[in-house]
């Protein structure tokens, strides 16, 4: 999939009136295969569970760090969030079947939230502004409800809410699970109330959240990248590894030179 300008404007407005973006076919088959098996060697590596949480992935794996600058989808990041941004997170998450809700240490299942940390970011006449945004990279099949489905409000990051319960189990007005088939790509603001729900399925959940926020931020995930990601990086990599200048000031009012992401605004020449 390559995201023409015209498509990325029409994309943005759908992105703001809902929070959220659900976009078919971005990665071929043989991109998702070879995904799947990363992610296997990785899990290989991990402590047996009903469900994995594995933070940094990025740095786990080459097949995972290609997404960081996914082609078809870094200009829409771009456009929807500025150019002075970075990586934010990279979140494998694996659940396996869990017909009776077991809950566990690694979430299992997540109750409804708007992502952030604690205590929350500003609230300005009950709303929460967008700090950063995920592409959530789905990686099996995801075509029908109840299979650890993720679990949205659409335009709930425009609207102060605040849920009468907070149980993802229980069905809230307007909720809708997010489906899709391998390949599949997710995008949602972290101020769109959202919870991930139980795999009732016979089927393995596997997705990969790559999440984006101003480079002013802290990441989430590390406050130096690895060296082994930074090794050989072009200057988009290195931005958005949080490499533009050993001024720390100028990661609030950068040279251009040090954002070339900003070559993929909207307009820009």
């Known amino acids: 999939m390559k995201t023409a300008p015209l498509e990325i404007t029409e994309l943005m407005n759908r992105f703001n009136e809902q929070g959220y973006l659900i976009l078919p076919d971005v990665l071929s088959q043989d991109k998702v295969d070879r995904l799947n098996a990363a992610i296997d060697e990785v899990i290989a590596e991990e402590q047996e569970t009903l469900a994995y949480n594995i933070?940094?992935?990025?740095?786990?794996?080459?097949?995972?760090?290609?997404?960081?600058?996914?082609?078809?989808?870094?200009?829409?990041?771009?456009n929807l969030l500025g150019h002075n941004i970075q990586l934010h997170i990279s979140h494998l998450t694996v659940r396996k079947p869990n017909p009776n809700d077991v809950i566990t240490a690694t979430h299992s299942f997540i109750d409804w939230h708007q992502d952030g940390p604690h205590p929350q970011f500003p609230v300005i006449a009950g709303l929460t502004a967008t700090y950063y945004i995920k592409v959530c990279y789905i990686l099996s099949d995801m075509s029908q409800p109840n299979?650890?489905?993720?679990?949205?409000?659409?335009?709930?990051?425009?609207?102060?809410?605040?849920?009468?319960?907070?149980?993802?189990r229980l069905q809230l007005d307007g909720e809708v699970q997010?489906?899709?088939?391998?390949?599949?790509?997710?995008?949602?603001?972290?101020?769109l109330w959202h919870a991930g729900s139980a795999n009732q399925s016979e089927f393995i959940?596997?997705?990969?959240?790559?999440?984006?926020?101003?480079?002013w931020m802290r990441p989430i995930d590390y406050?130096?990248?690895?060296?082994?990601?930074?090794?050989?990086?072009?200057?988009?990599?290195?931005?958005?590894?949080?490499?533009?200048?050993?001024?720390?000031?100028?990661?609030?009012?950068?040279?251009?030179?040090?954002?070339?992401?900003?070559?993929?605004?909207?307009?820009?020449?």
């Open 55 to 78: 933070y940094n992935s990025v740095s786990r794996h080459p097949e995972i760090a290609s997404l960081i600058d996914h082609e078809a989808i870094l200009p829409l990041i771009v």
């Open 147 to 168: 299979r650890g489905n993720t679990k949205v409000i659409p335009g709930s990051h425009k609207k102060p809410y605040n849920p009468n319960h907070k149980d993802v």
């Open 178 to 191: 997010v489906c899709g088939k391998p390949g599949d790509v997710f995008i949602f603001a972290q101020n």
């Open 205 to 215: 959940r596997k997705q990969l959240f790559i999440g984006y926020s101003p480079i």
């Open 223 to 269: 406050h130096q990248a690895d060296e082994s990601l930074l090794k050989d990086a072009d200057p988009i990599r290195r931005q958005l590894l949080g490499q533009i200048s050993d001024n720390k000031f100028k990661y609030y009012v950068p040279e251009d030179s040090m954002v070339p992401l900003k070559s993929m605004l909207i307009g820009h020449s």
